[in-house]
């Protein structure tokens, strides 16, 4: 089986400061992470992704993430948060396998304000 | 990154007509797909897993006569709605992937309102 948690509903930053998204998994086998941004009325928008190799992954929108396989955490995070990130983030797990079904958090809302 | 592209984006419908959703894949081949439903501010709930040429998986709890899926081809694959009632109101996304390597695109969603 495989899981998400994403421990806060919601994450309130000012503009400019550094933001942070939680993640924790669990799996049993190798995971593969990935994070999506979701505006309203929309589908989901793909971030960034860890599958193997560094565990700090740079991804769109100059969001990056860091894989802990101790921690089993995979939290999302920007140095500068702008009032444009301000959206539903969604963390998903997969573990490899052929049936490309992917596992989500619950989400969590950010509002960065200006 | 691959398209996927659903359609319609809004739809308002009747209670107890049927209403189709297509997903295409623009620009890749997708054996499989996957439907989701999304109610507001929540998660998204995998509602059936779509496969080209057979038959859908459904989740626990999905009426697979209700939520009919069809994947006749390698690029589309249809969600059906068959007499919709209020409580089918929702959001409903698909999305298909290039492997399990790979990361999954999502359609933009279809906004269903029953009335």
């Known amino acids: 089986a495989q899981s998400v948690a994403q421990p806060e509903d919601q994450v309130n930053v000012a503009e400019g400061n550094p933001l942070t998204v939680k993640c924790t998994y669990s799996v049993s086998g190798n995971p593969y992470l990935f994070w999506y941004v979701q505006y309203p009325n929309r589908g989901l928008q793909f971030l960034l992704k860890y599958i193997t190799g560094d565990n700090l992954v740079k991804g769109s929108y100059g969001f990056e993430a860091e894989f802990n396989k101790s921690q089993t955490s995979f939290h999302l995070k920007k140095p500068s948060a702008l009032v444009s990130d301000s959206a539903l983030y969604f963390c998903?797990?997969?573990?490899?396998?052929?049936?490309?079904?992917?596992?989500f958090g619950a989400g969590t809302t950010v509002t960065v304000r200006a | 990154g691959a398209v996927v592209s659903q359609h319609p984006s809004r739809v308002i419908c009747k209670s107890g007509t049927s209403v189709k959703i297509e997903c295409r894949s623009l620009d890749f081949q997708a054996t499989t797909m996957f439907w989701y439903r999304q109610f507001p501010k929540k998660s998204l709930m995998l509602m059936a897993t779509?496969?080209?040429?057979?038959?859908?998986?459904?989740e626990q709890g999905v009426e697979k006569d209700k939520f009919l899926i069809n994947h006749a081809s390698l690029t589309l694959s249809t969600l059906t709605v068959t007499s919709a009632h209020p409580e089918d109101s929702s959001f409903y996304i698909c999305?298909?992937?290039?492997?399990?390597?790979?990361?999954?695109?999502f359609g933009q969603g279809t906004r269903l309102t029953v009335v």
């Open positions: 999305s298909a992937s290039l492997g399990s390597y790979t990361e999954a695109f």
């Open positions: 998903a797990v997969r573990v490899q396998s052929n049936d490309y079904k992917l596992s």
């Open positions: 779509s496969n080209e040429g057979s038959k859908a998986t459904y």
